[in-house]
């Protein structure tokens, strides 16, 4: 084979995923954001294709659709060099890079703000997710996991703030909320705070790669908001006769993190 030729096949590989990605239909983004999202999440495709693109997401509310905001993608060639398909995402609240690799994928300078109903409403909760309120902000350096295995590596913070439920006392704010989330690959630990509000916290959640998850956690009132939340910290555990708060110690079985 001439150098020529061999220079030609070369290139030929090397440009042949990006071409692929500039011919791809954007529709397959919306397959796997409704596949991701269990039928509660969308992506309304306004134009574009896998290569770069706009749309609008949406989470189901009830009975309706529920618009969160517009969202973009642009692919980032650079990272085929890498052995990876990279793009630069704008989301919800702010944005992100992510790339696609044969190991897993990761998540980069994430920032990502939407109301607690769609957030929360994704979850195995007993409330329906019209019945939470307040906004969720989500922000992570780092974050990647394996496509064969649920083990993860990276750390985030998520902010609730406004935190309330129809369910609750009326749907009486009962604070804002922040977590600290850090994943190893051995496990995932959990820390959440007050920040403000009648309804304080103080708790920890760890979860093991076989999928035992360990919480506990501490709920106290305001004085002057006490006898209202009475029977909402009633609810969350038995009171600690040392501190007077409520505590709760529970061990539950997860999803195994390991696949």
Known sequence: MSAALLRWCSVTVLLLPLLLAVRAPAWLIAEAVGEAGAGRWRLQIQAGSLWAGTGGLEFRDEAQWRDLGPVSWQVEPAELLHGGL???LALPGGGARLRLAPRGWELADLRLGLPASALLG??????????????????????????NSRVCTGEARLRWSGAASAALLGG??????????????????AHALSVSGPLLLEGALSLAPAG????????????????????????????????????LSLELSAPRLGG
């Open 212 to 247: 035992q998850a360990n919480l506990v956690a501490d709920f106290w009132g305001e004085s002057a908001q006490q006898a209202l939340l009475e029977p909402v910290l009633g609810s969350l555990g038995a009171t600690d006769p040392r501190t007077g708060r409520h505590h």
């Open 122 to 147: 994704s979850l195995p909760l007993p409330l329906h997710p019209a019945q939470w309120a307040g906004q969720m902000d989500l922000a992570a350096t780092h974050w990647g996991c394996g496509w």
């Open 172 to 189: 009486l704010v009962l604070g804002t909320y922040e977590a600290r989330v850090s994943a190893t690959g051995e496990g995932l630990q």
């Open 86 to 88: 990279g793009f630069r």
